[in-house]
């Protein structure tokens, strides 16, 4: 944005720069610039002259740093004061006994106009007048050019990057949530993907996706939208989401009524980039089609044959979240992994089992698991055998154990060096679109439940042993499918099984995955660890279908 003023102005939120009467400045070489940024950053002030050098050098200073900031101070007058005379004190950037200060006016200063117009949406939002609060921050974030400081490094610019990084993502929450109170919840749900996938770390953007989808009738994407949260956070950090996040989960599987979008006043403003048609609501429960809409839709035949179906008449939900706004499994860097690959060698082997354990219960992998009891059983023969053979004598049993301690030392390194690799660009693309398309299938399968179970019911969602066409990603019913099913899941026995079976059949059906471990029927770890595998499907008197072709309306 150009700061389009016939005064002076500055900037920082993008490349640091100066206009005057609209035109911008050239400020010099880099370093230049990054002594205006300092100044810039503590307007009004005087900034001693090791601060700047400290500031725009860090641990390289040059060894006449005074001299070098008096030659840069001496161009940005140039620029800024263009009819001073050179023997004239200069007027804007002054040197006073405490350093070089930069003389900024009021408004003169992108970064300050954007926090007083932040401050004042906020108290209008305070007073109620949502829209005009949301037309103050959107004017405040239209200030933002790019990347803040862009082009200036160092700790000193980093940090202060940071700084402002964290407060254009304070603005964008607020007005995302001023946008859910108007009423916007269709228009930000591709916004807050966005924000998720630039702050994954910051919950509050994740509460307000899982909102927003929520009010706009897509209640199944905001549930997988707290799953992926969930996975994040715990593969990341090893914790669960916030309470904030949690009690929003909460309330969207219970339908809570305080969840829904707020009445707005008459004339509300237009959602842009919708379809212009209305969400479907979501209170009471799961939301059905209408029942209009519904009798004029084709009659579907499933058959043998291919499904060729135009249901939902509706446009589909969206799947949430795209593959490219996924978070990235975190890599290790290169010196962690060198040091990995030294553990073994150097412990001649003791370690080995411990690191793969450490893997096994990070990525909870029943197979590394294994894996590290190997390498322990391996070490322990080796040193077993080695403190009973005769160091005077060598036997044909010195051989298995100089073989033992090449596996869990070189062969460790080797297997560790396999593990913390970066996936083959091409090795893996195969099995990422696989993952991709099977997520899709289960993600429409559970919208499909969400907004119509009669038809998730008979499409027979969640029973992979009856015969059917329709693929939903390899779901597990577990209001119908049978014990010997459930008890073939990998984090399920068949006494885990029995209890599920018995639970539905006591107490009636399951309202959702959760209520399993709610009701203690099996610990959170298990359900935790199927919850990408499990749904419920709500039961009814279409649950059961013999074989053969059905049509239903």
Do not use: C
């Amino acid at each position: 944005m150009t700061l389009q003023d016939p005064s002076l102005r500055f900037g920082l939120l993008g490349r640091p720069a100066a206009w005057r009467d609209g035109e911008e400045l050239d400020l010099g070489p880099g370093k230049q610039r990054a002594v205006l940024a300092v100044l810039l950053l503590t307007p009004n002030r005087p900034v001693s002259t090791s601060s700047i050098v400290e500031a725009v050098w860090g641990d390289e200073p040059p060894d006449n740093g005074v001299n070098v900031v008096q030659k840069y101070v001496a161009g940005l007058r140039r620029v800024l004061e263009p009819d001073r005379s050179p023997r004239s004190p200069g007027r804007l950037l002054t040197l006073t006994g405490a350093g070089y200060a930069l003389h900024v006016p009021a408004g003169g200063l992108d970064a300050e106009v954007f926090r007083e117009r932040l401050r004042e949406a906020l108290a209008v939002r305070d007073s109620g007048d949502n829209a005009r609060a949301g037309g103050l921050v959107r004017e405040a974030l239209d200030l933002w050019r790019g990347t803040a400081l862009a082009g200036l490094n160092g700790p000193f610019f980093d940090a202060a990057r940071d700084r402002l990084d964290e407060e254009r993502a304070a603005a964008l929450e607020a007005s995302a949530e001023i946008g859910l109170d108007l009423g916007e919840h269709a228009r930000l749900v591709p916004e807050l993907i966005r924000m998720v996938a630039e702050f994954p770390l910051r919950e509050g953007f994740r509460y307000l996706l899982m909102l927003a989808l929520y009010r706009s009738g897509r209640q199944a994407e905001a549930l997988a939208a707290y799953r992926d949260a969930r996975e994040f956070f715990a593969e990341e950090f090893g914790s669960e989401p916030g309470e904030r996040l949690q009690n929003l989960h909460v309330g969207i599987l219970r339908s809570d009524p305080a969840l829904a979008a707020p009445s707005v006043p008459d004339d509300p403003p237009p959602e842009r980039g919708g379809s212009g048609e209305a969400p479907v609501p979501v209170s009471g429960g799961f939301a059905p089609p209408d029942p209009q809409v519904v009798a004029a839709a084709p009659v579907v035949e499933v058959r043998a044959g291919p499904v060729v179906s135009s249901w939902p008449p509706h446009p589909a939900p969206a799947v949430y979240p795209p593959p490219a706004v996924v978070p990235p499994r975190r890599r290790l860097p290169w010196a962690v992994r060198l040091v990995l690959l030294l553990v073994p060698l150097v412990s001649f082997g003791v370690a080995t089992w411990a690191l793969f354990a450490y893997f096994a219960a990070r990525r909870r992998s029943l197979w590394l698991g294994l894996v590290a009891l190997a390498y322990l059983a391996a070490a322990g023969f080796f040193f077993g055998g080695a403190l009973a053979s005769n160091p005077d004598e060598t036997t044909w049993w010195d051989l298995p154990i100089l073989l033992t301690l090449l596996a869990v030392t070189l062969g460790g390194s080797v297997h560790l060096a396999v593990l913390t690799a970066d996936p083959w660009p091409g090795g893996t693309a195969v099995l990422d679109v696989q993952q991709i398309e099977r997520r899709v299938r289960r993600e429409q399968a559970r919208s499909l439940v969400a907004h119509d179970p009669a038809v998730a019911r008979r499409l027979r969602v969640g029973r992979p042993d009856l015969p059917r066409t329709f693929d939903d990603g390899g779901l597990i019913d577990v209001n119908s499918a049978p014990e010997h099913l459930l008890a073939s899941l990998p984090e399920l026995d068949a006494h885990q099984a029995k209890l599920i079976v018995l639970a539905r059949t006591a107490h009636g059906p399951l309202a959702s995955v959760d209520d399993l471990a709610v009701g203690g029927i099996l610990p959170y770890a298990a359900v935790h660890a199927l919850r990408e595998t499990l749904i419920a499907v709500p039961p009814g008197a279409d649950a059961d279908i013999p074989d053969g072709s059905v049509t239903f309306r």
